[in-house]
């Protein structure tokens, strides 16, 4: 893959790496069809971060087709490595004019070059180790709460909660949208607590189908909230119930990006239905109906390795599961089921097959069968292998 | 026990907040004093060499529109917390614009001052951000130990030089050493030295100017106008102090110099 990525815009996919910086420290690029999408998944999987670059945003785009899997050019970086190229925004506004990425060229690196004022080049020819490209899938259709805002109420509420703060709780209901600063419990005794609410009628489009408290890492989404602001993006936020992923994104001609958190599972909506608790009763999901086709975490292939994070006591991270195909292909049968959207959330493509197109390929990830879905992860191991196409 | 207060006015909003900011850069806690009139913050330091001690007084009135203060008990109407000034400071940054602001004494899973800020917003509903700061409340057994320093016998008190230079003066010479010496006389001059086994480094400032000798001057107009009175301080304590200033730079400070401690009055 060969790209061209021409004045102002260079200065918009620097942004876009150190938004992505926030979420991990490595990101994969990703040379797709349609563009050139730059992916970060942050660490135990609970995080993932994805901007996707179409082809209207370079001046060049070139992607070799009937190559092998290596001259596509996929690739997983560090983000230290990239990041320095853009890391002063101003001088990239002054000095460079254009840059230029080749990828697939060699086996075990990824050249960028930025072409700047007064003749001078300069290449940076970076390491990479693997092709494999994780990506969730996030059937945003099914989310029964979607609200849209501008990215400067977004960035009004977060301001009142210091840089240090890792999790914040969003609680929409119809009359009121609250965020809070989140801490556990054994540290609440000294802790300042911050809350701020506003009215619905303050975003652009407020459609709350089920009343709930989502709790996630505020300092992952920064990342994304801080280019909205400077490109004056609105922000979609799509959500559901408490362990259900959240998703930011933003859009315009020539990107989208978006930023998916899981949320803390409320341990007590897990396990059954409480009249008049916190659950919707029409909410879709319940852990009893889980299909048979739930993929394990430990089981899969050219998974990075990460079992779900559970933290002490009783809320757990709801983790990220590496599950089969790719991008748009998520026509698996699961995906269009809501009590299998509840229970894998955030479901990753391993990219493992030559060609990335949709429908082409076969996927030989696994996925497993449990009888019942258990809140508590490690109950899942025993379940048995079972390939999904 | 009971405090409410409120401030309608975004100027003393401002200032109220400038106050609490140069606390916060002095101390990591402190003492919050309430009286029916007045609100002191103080902190005293019991170090042995060269602790930092702080004693502010604001009338209530130049600050909050309302202000309601009941104390333990009827002969003791007062109250005593001790908080940390960072939250404070953090919660008023981001209410510079807020239409009102109140304070109040609230018992949450401990007792906290709640600041709540109602801010400007898109539609006719204002937002609300609420602060909750975790505060001890002082038990009157203790009250004693913040009582307001009287202020000692000064040889010498000199206007000092603009902060922005003094403090510039200071960094530099902190890598050097870690006790400075500052002395000064009646005739404007003053010299800040530092003296280690490889170099002596000492800068002079003429021509500051000395406010008129009021109370509590000893030898008065006896001493001689040139003699030097010293005093030896820590340079991190003295370079904290005039980093937390948010004055204009260009106003003017007092500094009463006594043997051995110095009194830094911002004016």
Not at chain 1, 254 to 265: I, K, W
Not at chain 1, 285 to 295: H, K, L
Not at chain 2, 226 to 255: G, H
Request: proline share 7%; charged share 20%.
């Amino acid at each position: 893959m060969k790209c061209v990525i021409e004045g102002s815009n260079v200065k918009v996919f620097g942004k876009a790496i150190h938004a992505l910086s926030r979420i991990s420290d490595e990101m994969w690029l990703d040379p797709l069809e349609k563009g050139l999408a730059v992916r970060s998944v942050g660490p135990a999987h609970s995080s993932y971060g994805c901007f996707l670059f179409t082809r209207l945003f370079f001046q060049l785009y070139s992607l070799n087709i009937s190559s092998p899997q290596a001259a596509l050019g996929r690739c997983k970086l560090p983000v230290k490595s990239v990041l320095p190229l853009f890391r002063c925004s101003a001088s990239i506004e002054r000095s460079v004019d254009s840059c230029k990425i080749s990828t697939g060229l060699s086996d075990t690196q990824v050249t960028f070059q930025l072409f700047c004022k007064h003749g001078i080049t300069k290449t940076y020819n970076l390491g990479f180790q693997e092709h494999d490209v994780l990506q969730a899938v996030f059937p945003a259709h099914l989310c029964p709460n979607v609200l849209k805002a501008q990215p400067s109420l977004l960035g009004d509420m977060v301001i009142h909660f210091p840089a240090s703060q890792e999790e914040v709780t969003l609680s929409v209901c119809p009359k009121r949208v609250t965020m809070r600063n989140y801490c556990e419990e054994r540290d609440q005794i000294k802790v300042m607590s911050t809350e701020m609410s506003l009215h619905p009628e303050e975003f652009d489009y407020f459609h709350v189908g089920v009343d709930s408290d989502i709790t996630f890492c505020l300092k992952e989404l920064r990342g994304l909230l801080s280019f909205a602001e400077s490109h004056g993006l609105p922000v979609y936020v799509h959500f559901g119930h408490p362990g259900q992923p959240v998703r930011f994104s933003v859009e315009n001609m020539v990107l989208e990006a978006s930023v998916v958190l899981a949320t803390q599972t409320d341990s007590e909506s897990e396990v059954s239905v409480q009249p008049g608790g916190s659950e919707d009763p029409a909410a879709p999901s319940r852990p009893q109906d889980a299909p048979p086709t739930a993929p394990p975490e430990e089981q899969v292939p050219s998974s990075q390795g990460s079992p779900v994070l559970s933290r002490p006591g009783n809320l757990e991270y709801f983790g990220l599961h590496v599950a089969t195909d790719s991008g748009a292909h998520a026509a698996e049968p699961e995906s269009a089921d809501p009590a299998t959207f509840r229970l894998h959330s955030l479901l990753f493509g391993a990219v493992s097959s030559p060609w990335p197109n949709e429908g082409d390929v076969l996927h030989t990830s696994l996925a497993c069968a449990s009888d019942t879905e258990e809140d508590n992860m490690e109950e899942r191991s025993s379940a048995t292998p079972m390939p999904i196409y | 026990m009971r405090f409410r207060a409120k401030i309608l006015d975004v100027g003393c909003l401002n200032s109220f907040t400038r106050v609490v900011n140069t606390i916060s850069k002095l101390t990591k806690t402190c003492t919050l004093r309430l009286t029916a009139d007045n609100l002191y913050f103080m902190l005293s330091d019991k170090v042995a060499n060269g602790g930092v001690s702080m004693w502010c007084e604001l009338d209530q009135g130049n600050f909050f529109d309302e202000f309601q203060m009941e104390g333990v008990a009827s002969d003791a109407n007062e109250i005593y917390l001790e908080l940390v000034p960072e939250n404070l400071s953090r919660a008023l940054r981001t209410a510079q614009n807020a239409k009102s602001l109140k304070a109040k004494l609230t018992k949450k899973h401990c007792p906290c001052l709640t600041l709540a800020a109602e801010l400007p917003s898109l539609s006719s509903v204002s937002r609300v951000v609420t602060h909750d700061i975790p505060v001890d409340v002082i038990p009157r057994k203790l009250w004693h130990d913040f009582r307001e320093p009287t202020v000692p016998d000064f040889d010498v008190s000199i206007y000092l030089p603009p902060l922005k230079t003094m403090k510039n003066v200071i960094d530099r010479m902190k890598n050097l050493s870690n006790f400075l010496v500052l002395e000064a006389n009646r005739s404007g001059q003053m010299n800040l030295k530092i003296e280690t086994d490889l170099v002596s480094v000492s800068t002079h400032f003429r021509d500051l100017g000395n406010p008129p000798c009021g109370d509590g001057g000893s030898q008065g107009a006896s001493q001689d106008l040139e003699t030097m009175a010293q005093a030896r301080v820590d340079i991190k304590k003295l370079q904290q102090f005039l980093s937390s200033q948010q004055v204009n730079p260009s106003k003017a400070m007092c500094s009463k110099l006594i043997y051995p401690s110095i009194h830094l009055l911002p004016i």
